[in-house]
């Protein structure tokens, strides 16, 4: 197999890359949309790119929500870019002599073709900051060819025929991307790589964190496959499973090339055209293909030479290559799904008579396929000619292509790989030239490398809890609670590493928990206003309540820590109630006041 | 081009622009195509780009070695004229080609966007355009519009004239966005007897990005020359930021009104003639137009070159107009404040006595606002009445580059000044509106 990964990383900075928006996605309605076009240009080599055409045969409308905070003319394709983010290109340049690589003397914006509508421009913009790169991992020095620094790209929204819809806030948030060469050896390794990135990227405390933040593209192929681009892996825990089904995909697909060879021995697979079958259907009993008819929409059909049975073929657990045929026409030509005749027909409530005058129709013998589409004319049949594109395509085993993870781990398809072709040059924006000097600069102040800041961890916390920060994007955040309010280490460590985590297990929205109020949480701790038990409670309600801050918490939910004065009070009201039994006493007040006393304090009033 | 060392070592070796390349530095090695170099980038660098399609500037010093290496690959855009057979019962028009961004392409000498467009590449990119109409293309020149001069308007007339006297139904003239509706104001009055719609259109943002407005706006202006029945050279646009449909803005009332939006232009004292969509629908928002009609179309270059514009500015010095009447100008358009303003009381500043020393010059001072929504008036405040009885003309609702290009047009048949009065306040190619709109 050939593995590599793609991390994408949003950075820390006060501003995007070309223009003064604000990188920070804060929760607000959009103030209104605006509709594009977008289609298939040259690239500066004189060529269309591949997948730029795709997409562009798609006809698609493109529906961008504007934000206020997030979103001025550059967004929206309607002003040139400003100059580079400095800012951001210095983090680039700390990334990139991380990894070990080749800072470039003058840095080239630019324009990758990306009409998939993700970009208002057509393109995002790119730039190499590094080149030649490596990271070491347990099973070898994995080679980092290049580090790019580019812009986000806009957050989809949604999508029904023909519209997509996405949202500005997030398109020119700087990123970088850092690219594997492909020689990570397992599925497991893939994510170990992933992880080790990850590590390092939060070390520099100048990367944003949280949901989306980050994300990993994977690039797998097998022995006789083909490259494919998986995009979007949020989560790291998935990437082994993403890196087996594909494996798994292109060995199946392989295996039908194989079969499709016996079977064409001495023939090749004639033209086939979609056929118009609505009139199978003028009495059916298929509720799907009525309600179609119903709303004026027609029935078409194609005739799959030899692929009886095929179509059925499970390629990973639950997908199967009829799937794959599905998936294609959809990306092509935006229909629902379609239905084929390896499935089990009487599920759509066919007949097998209707089944048998499809087939007169198509001229279809035994050994043959079909597919049918229920759409208007011109998608249906536009539909129908992917399929029987893809279904050529299987005589080639795997494509070369973009696929998207499933939640499952799988992936569906997206589009053809682009080619190199697709990149020109940004001449909005003049080169960058960076200098030794500005590099210098740079590399002095490097972070502590991963090793380093685990020693260090190991001085404050247990082997348990430095483990657990040092793979957490909590590290910077930590590190800085502890120097500023110089609360316990170990209360800090486990409130964002364990309290946070099951709170959130148990449904309450800690993505509200600002570092901003987190760190109000710590600095009211140390100045003594609630015990440590109140902690989970305050969270909750902070994060329950956006607009609330720990003060608010504090004070509506009465979690104020007792005094001294009062507290010697209950303990001498509780030891009389208890007749001296001070044991009864003590867990009579903990069980009345836990979140607002310190056991301690009890014991030692006690005493 | 490259720092003179560079050239020469290139030269040394062999490699031309577009072969393939291996440069050596401090153990590093890159292989790639050699790139042109943009105007911006550092002389010293060489600028290769990567099999990943990426380029990068590589420093040149000593420690460098750059060896030529098989293969190379073209560089850059390759216009290709295509044959076009005509489809009967279709309707035919013409693009004439002459610039500015809509046919534009990236350029590597100079790092910007460069006119290099033919109308048939044009075609090629938006091919809906032959689904529209039958489509003759001619390149009559390509220039950035800001370069245009008087001499290219008369060119831009008689390419115009000729086709709109062949057998055509319409003409789309491709444009540089800037000085768009300059063009558009001289054409209006430069084609006499016009008989069929003039549809000019760009783009604001370049056509080499797949989001180009100029794909729609192309699409939208060839629909009005095909299909619509104004015979008025018109400016075809963005009529909003979002990809929806265009405006046809009479020639004479429209005025580029931001750097770069979509939907920059604007009809200012006058209603859009037209909303016009991609799908082929064209609504007529304002039935004041001039409609369809036989005969032949007369181009009347008759120009007179040395006409200015002044705007006036607080504390600004009044010796300008010097420089025009010691050379001898016969017109001057004066961007005046509000209803016709300009400063008056304060005699080191007054321009009242330069309008009445040019005015006694023969040169012909006309009025506007830089307002431009809106009339001039030369009675309602003392001061304007200053400036109207040192000779000013005041010219109604009249933009100030309309004016301008009118007053070039009037003087190149007249110099007397009673009937250069007359013409410019007679109404010639819809540039004066009497009736002020409530509503915008």
Known sequence: ????????????????????????????????????????????????????????????????????????????????????????????????????????????????????????????????????????????????????????????????????????????????????????????????????????????????????????????????????????????????????????????????????????????????????????????????????????????????????????????????????????????????????????????????????????????????????????????????????????????????????????????????????????????????????????????????????????????????????????????????????????????????????????????????????????????????????????????FVAKNPSKRVDDAIREMKLEKISKTELEKIVKKAVEENKGDKKLAFNRIMSEYRLRVEAKDVMHILK | MYSEEIERMLEKIGAKIGDKIRISKRGEVYEGILMPKSEFSDKKSIVIKLPSGYNVGVRYGEELKVEKLEGHKKVGFESREIELKPVLGKPTISILSTGGTVASRVDYVSGGVYASYKASDLIKIVPELREIANINSKFVFGLMSEDLTVEHWRKMAREIAKELNSKTDGVVVTHGTDMMHFSTAAMSFMLKNLNKPVAFTGSQRSSDRGSSDGFMNLVCASLFAAKSDVAEVCLVMHGSVNDDYCLAHRGTKVRKLHTSRRDAFKSINDEPIARIFANGKIEVLNKNYKKRGEGKVQVDDKLEEKVAMIKTYPNMNPEIFDFYIEKKYRGIVIEGTGLGHVPTTIEKFSLIPKIKEATENGIAVCMTSQCLFGRVHPFVYANLRRAYEAGAIYCEDMLPEVAYVKLMHVLGHTKEREEVIKLMLTNMAGEINSRGSVFE
């Open chain 1, 1 to 540: 197999m050939r593995c590599g990964i793609e991390i994408h990383q949003r950075l820390a900075t006060k501003n995007k890359l070309f223009c003064d928006c604000s990188t920070q996605i804060v929760d607000e309605e959009p103030m209104g949309v605006i509709i594009r076009k977008q289609r298939a240009v040259a690239g500066e080599l004189g060529e269309v790119d591949a997948a730029a055409l795709h997409e562009y045969s798609v006809g698609r409308t493109y529906i961008y929500q504007v934000f206020p905070s997030t979103t001025c003319l550059v967004e929206t394709d309607s002003e040139p870019p400003h100059p580079l983010n400095q800012d951001a290109l210095d983090i680039a340049i700390e990334i990139a002599l991380l990894l070990n690589a080749h800072v470039v003397d003058e840095v080239q914006v630019m324009r990758k073709t990306v009409i998939d509508g993700s970009n208002t421009g057509g393109f995002q913009r790119t730039a190499v900051v590094g080149l030649n790169g490596f990271i070491e991992t347990s099973k070898g020095r994995i080679a980092i060819p290049t580090i790019c620094l580019e812009e986000e790209s806009s957050g989809i929204v949604g999508e029904e025929r023909g519209k997509v819809t996405y949202r500005l806030d997030r398109l020119g948030i700087p990123l970088v991307e850092i690219a594997t060469s492909s020689d990570i050896k397992s599925p497991e390794h893939a994510k170990e790589t992933a992880e080790k990135l990850g590590m390092l990227l939060r070390v520099t405390g100048k990367v944003q964190r949280g949901i989306g933040t980050i994300r990993q593209d994977v690039n797998v192929s097998v022995e006789g496959g083909a490259r494919v681009e998986i995009k979007g892996a949020q989560e790291l825990g998935l990437i082994p499973k993403i890196v087996e089904k594909e494996l798994k995909r292109q060995e199946a697909l392989i295996k039908i090339k194989e079969e499709l060879a016996k079977r064409f021995k001495k023939s090749k697979p004639g033209k086939e055209k979609a056929v118009d079958i609505t009139d199978v259907f003028s009495k059916t009993s298929s509720k799907l293909i009525a309600r179609g008819i119903e709303r004026g929409m027609e029935v078409f059909a194609i005739k799959l030479e030899n692929f009886f049975g095929l179509l059925g073929t499970e390629l990973y657990e639950n997908r199967r290559f009829g799937t794959e045929l599905s998936d294609y026409a959809k990306a092509n030509a935006d229909i629902g799904g379609i239905i084929h005749s390896d499935e089990k027909l009487e599920k759509y409530g066919i007949t097998s008579k209707e089944v048998e005058e499809i087939k007169k129709k198509l001229n279809a013998r035994e050994k043959d396929a079909f597919v049918i589409v229920i759409d208007e004319e011109d998608r249906a049949s536009k539909a129908l000619e992917a399929v029987y594109e893809r279904a050529l395509q299987a005589f080639e085993g795997a494509q070369k292509e973009v696929r998207k993870v499933l939640p499952d781990g799988g992936t569906s398809y997206m589009r053809p790989l682009p080619g190199s072709s697709r990149l020109y040059p940004e001449t909005d924006i003049p080169p960058v030239r960076i200098t030794k000097e500005r590099i210098e600069i740079i590399r002095k102040k490097l972070p502590e490398t991963v090793e380093e800041r685990k020693t260090s961890l190991l001085k404050l916390l247990n082997e348990e809890l430095a483990n657990k920060l040092l793979v957490s994007e909590n590290l910077r955040f930590f590190e800085m609670v502890v120097d500023k309010t110089k609360v316990d280490p170990v209360l800090v460590a486990t409130t964002l590493e364990e309290t946070i985590v099951s709170l959130r297990r148990a449904g309450i929205p800690v993505e509200n928990l600002s570092e901003e109020k987190l760190f109000g949480l710590f600095k009211e701790y140390k100045s003594g206003r609630f015990v440590k038990a109140a902690i989970p409670e305050i969270l909750s």
